[in-house]
Nanobody
């Protein structure tokens, strides 16, 4: 299996926007659910958002609801995370991963990418 490749991170001022992209391998992408996670310095990796293969099921952690939107383009084999109204607390390395389960539980995700750094300045 080829691991996913995340992109789109960068440095942005508070209140700004970024769009992250994740391109998994073909066999990984057809899995049921794709998720985004993040890990800030000296903190545990945490769930951010997830989407089912059809897009009908999505979940977000409370701190990003109303600001982040997860989507997927099956034709382009890509998962996106649109991040608006960014805050300094959103600063972290963002990862995407795949799961065969409709879940937000990090333990049930595998095939992790290397991550992309998002830094939000105040």
């Amino acid at each position: 299996q080829v691991h996913p490749v995340e992109s789109g991170g960068g440095l942005v001022q508070a209140g700004g926007s970024l769009r992250l992209s994740c391109v998994p391998s073909g066999s990984t992408f057809v899995r049921n659910v794709m998720g985004w996670f993040r890990q800030a310095p000296e903190k545990e990796r945490e769930f951010v958002a997830a989407i089912s293969r059809s897009g009908a099921w999505t979940r977000y952690t409370d701190s990003v609801k109303g600001r982040f939107t997860i989507s997927r383009d099956n034709a382009k084999n890509t998962v996106y995370l649109q991040m608006n109204s960014l805050k300094p607390d959103d600063t972290a390395v963002y990862f995407c991963a795949a799961s065969n389960h409709v879940t937000t539980a990090i333990i049930l995700y595998d095939y992790w990418g290397q991550g992309t750094q998002v830094t939000v300045s105040s």
